[in-house]
């Protein structure tokens, strides 16, 4: 990665944007000059400290308020409401406003991927009774959307028990994705490398989750989020992007922990892309999505993933995949794609 990149990536008050412009500028360098970066200005290194409200602090004590906000509550409590769902093979939040999740922590290793007693072909997506119904995505809304129920967690990191796999199915752990070129493709491809992370490291953890991430507008200038909302009523908003934070553990009690960040468009990825491409460090993650995934590991802990492996993809094509799984086709439809 660049110094350029790192830098914007590192403004803080262009986070988000830095995060889009780094990404796609790397993305699209042999097909399109670089985007254009947010300005940035420069940052004091000392700061003055932050004005607060009143100028001689008192004592709760000695203020008697002649109103009471908390009296709201005898009404309900507002929110905002993170759904969360502990499951036997992932962990969900869920975000009610977006109806899709905020992010879904899984844990897998070389025992639990070889154990296979669940059949996707016995799975079914399914709504999530957890969730509030005015609040839940809807299997309806899914229904010629044109974008896959693609898997947070993938179905095939929990084949260790049929109840798991089904728990995959649930629609708290999708997000609509482009079907083919990315959730059958390369999506599917990066997940097939978080696997394959298991011959080398004893225990692997993944969280996985949706990015909204703003665009600079040709005409203005100006930085913008915009993506698309499916349902009717349309409810479901489809994410500009999709990240992944892995932590592959040594498997020693306060051992190494080798972190790797990844953000990828929600949109056809040439297989030819390097996955390097979409390497980002993170805490531009955690400033793009507003989540904090390490700030209980100590840096003398961390490594970096991509300079302990080879992180890239290995290309196998969905249709082969299925052909060596399946053995020779039968008059059939297919089934929905691995996740």
């Given at each position: 990665?660049s110094?350029?990149t790192l830098a914007?990536?590192?403004?803080?008050?262009?986070?988000?944007a830095?995060?889009?412009?780094?990404?796609?500028?790397?993305?699209?360098?042999?097909?399109?000059?670089?985007?254009?970066?947010?300005?940035?200005?420069?940052?004091?290194?000392?700061?003055?400290?932050?004005?607060?409200?009143?100028s001689?602090?008192r004592p709760?004590?000695?203020?008697?308020?002649p109103?009471?906000?908390?009296?709201?509550?005898?009404?309900?409590?507002?929110?905002?409401?993170?759904?969360?769902?502990?499951r036997?093979?992932?962990i969900?939040?869920?975000?009610r406003?977006?109806?899709?999740p905020?992010?879904?922590?899984?844990?897998i290793?070389?025992?639990?991927?070889?154990?296979?007693?669940?059949?996707?072909?016995?799975?079914?997506?399914?709504?999530d009774?957890?969730?509030?119904?005015?609040?839940?995505?809807?299997?309806?809304?899914?229904?010629?959307?044109?974008?896959d129920?693609?898997?947070?967690?993938?179905?095939?990191?929990?084949?260790?028990?049929?109840?798991?796999?089904?728990d995959?199915?649930?629609?708290?752990?999708?997000?609509?994705?482009?079907?083919?070129?990315?959730?059958?493709?390369?999506?599917?491809?990066l997940?097939?490398?978080?696997?394959?992370?298991?011959t080398?490291?004893?225990?692997?953890?993944?969280?996985?989750g949706?990015?909204?991430?703003?665009?600079?507008?040709?005409?203005?200038?100006?930085?913008?989020?915009?993506?698309?909302?499916?349902?009717?009523?349309?409810?479901?908003?489809?994410?500009?992007h999709?990240?992944k934070?892995?932590?592959?553990?040594?498997?020693?009690?306060?051992g190494?922990?080798?972190?790797?960040?990844?953000?990828?468009?929600?949109?056809?990825?040439?297989?030819?892309?390097?996955?390097?491409?979409?390497?980002?460090?993170?805490?531009?993650?955690?400033?793009?999505?507003?989540?904090?995934?390490?700030?209980?590991?100590?840096?003398?802990?961390?490594?970096?993933?991509?300079?302990?492996?080879?992180c890239?993809?290995?290309?196998?094509?969905?249709?082969?995949?299925?052909?060596?799984?399946?053995g020779?086709?039968?008059?059939?439809g297919?089934?929905?794609?691995?996740?």
């Open positions: 990665m110094k350029t914007l990536i590192g403004a803080g008050a262009v986070a988000g830095a995060l889009h412009a780094a990404i796609n500028s790397r993305r699209e360098r042999t097909v399109s000059p670089p985007a254009t970066p947010a300005p940035l200005t420069p940052t004091s290194t000392t700061s003055s400290p932050l004005p607060v409200p009143g001689r602090p709760l004590k000695d203020l008697v308020a109103v009471d906000p908390s009296g709201l509550f005898q009404y309900g409590f507002p929110g905002p409401v993170n759904d969360l769902a502990v036997h093979p992932l969900s939040s869920f975000d406003r977006l109806r899709n905020s992010w879904v922590a899984e844990h290793t070389a025992e639990s991927l070889q154990v296979k007693k669940g059949d996707r072909h016995h799975s079914y997506f399914a709504e009774p957890s969730v509030p119904e005015k609040f839940r995505a809807k299997l309806k809304d899914y229904s010629h959307s044109g974008y129920r693609g898997h947070q967690v993938p179905a095939a990191d929990a084949k260790w028990e049929q109840q798991a796999m089904d995959t199915f649930f629609l708290t752990n999708m997000c609509p994705q482009v079907g083919d070129g990315f959730n059958r493709d390369y999506w599917a491809h997940e097939d490398f978080c696997r394959r992370l298991t080398t490291y004893p225990s692997v953890r993944i969280v996985t949706p990015l909204y991430l703003p665009k600079r507008d040709a005409t203005d200038g100006k930085w913008r989020v915009s993506y698309e909302v499916i349902g009717s009523p349309p409810s479901v908003a489809v994410p500009t999709f990240y934070v892995i932590f592959a553990e040594d498997g020693k009690t306060g190494n922990v080798a972190l790797g960040a990844f953000v990828l468009p929600n949109a056809v990825i040439a297989n030819e892309k390097p996955l390097t491409e979409f390497e980002v460090p993170v805490e531009a993650v955690e400033r793009a999505s507003g989540l904090d995934f390490a700030s209980k590991l100590p840096a003398q802990r961390r490594k970096k993933l991509c300079a302990e492996v080879s890239g993809i290995l290309v196998r094509e969905w249709a082969d995949r299925q052909k060596n799984l399946q020779p086709p039968v008059r059939r297919l089934p929905s794609p691995p996740n």
